[in-house]
């Protein structure tokens, strides 16, 4: 269950970032270089789907800076962009949430196996 919050949170932070850089509610009109910011993202979704201890670590410290990203534009903005950082906060603090969860599981599992 944990591992699907944590597929499903990762897959709709990078259709957010880009539906928000791409149509929803760009820099400039017609789209942005911003959204090659969900590139960094792409990276751990294998590691992910492969259950990988090391990608949920690497990952739960990546997310930080989609988090502070939607803070900083969620203060700074106007409606709609506004609306879509503080999606991109939910968001990032869910899959943040989910990571730590599964790897505190993952250790208290080995701790008691041996």
Same mark, same amino acid.
């Given at each position: ?18 539906? $928000?850089?791409? $149509? ?8 942005? $270089? ?23 670590? $690497? ?56």
């Amino acid at each position: 269950m944990i591992r699907a919050l944590a597929v499903s949170q990762l897959l709709a932070l990078i259709v957010l970032g880009l539906a $928000w850089e791409l $149509w929803l509610a760009p820099l400039r009109p017609g789209g942005s $270089w911003l959204a090659l910011k969900v590139v960094p993202l792409c990276l751990p979704l294998a590691g992910i789907l492969k259950n990988r201890m090391y990608t949920y670590r $690497w990952l739960s410290l990546l997310l930080w800076l989609y988090f502070m990203e939607g803070v900083v534009r969620a203060s700074s903005e106007g409606a709609p962009g506004a609306w879509l950082a503080g999606l991109e906060i939910l968001i990032s603090l869910l899959l943040f949430l989910a990571c730590v969860l599964h790897i505190r599981l993952r250790q208290h599992a080995a701790a008691n196996s041996l």
